[in-house]
């Protein structure tokens, strides 16, 4: 007879999502990587430039927005969908916007440094698509 009351038997590795390709999970990292890197532009154009007051402040709190769903998307399963759409379309329009300001921006300084941000907005929305697919495929067996 086997004890009602007794705690389940489950492994720690059990727990979580199944383990992940070597490759995604690097590309993944390089993701957050990235992500922290345009996280990190308000601290540089704080100690670069002198604070400019409200669209500073705006400019700031969006970019931390950006930075906190996209690495929760990366990291969490649960809210999937919801987180993942949440990212994909703050990253686009962070994509969108820096290559508006890389095409009809006139100063060199500043078109290398929307290319410079450009990229990891870009490369979250590839390893949101990538994870996506790998998760649906070892969720199906």
Do not use: C, H
Not at 30 to 53: D, E
Not at 74 to 85: H, L, N, V, Y
Not at 119 to 127: F, G, I, S, T, Y
């Amino acid at each position: 007879m086997s004890n009602p009351y007794s705690p389940p038997k489950a492994a720690i590795a059990d727990i979580g999502e199944p383990q992940l390709p070597r490759r995604l999970r690097v590309l993944r990292a390089l993701a957050v990587a990235g992500t922290l890197l345009l996280g990190s532009t308000p601290l540089l154009i704080f100690l670069w430039y002198p604070p400019m007051g409200a669209r500073f402040l705006l400019f700031s709190t969006a970019l931390f927005a950006l930075v906190a769903v996209t690495i929760m998307a990366f990291a969490s399963r649960s809210a999937e969908r919801p987180m993942r759409w949440s990212a994909m379309l703050l990253n686009g329009a962070v994509a969108a916007l820096l290559g508006y300001a890389l095409l009809f921006e006139d100063r060199g300084a500043t078109r290398a440094f929307n290319l410079l941000f450009i990229v990891p907005a870009l490369l979250n929305m590839v390893v949101l698509e990538v994870l996506r697919r790998a998760r649906a495929r070892f969720a199906s067996g």
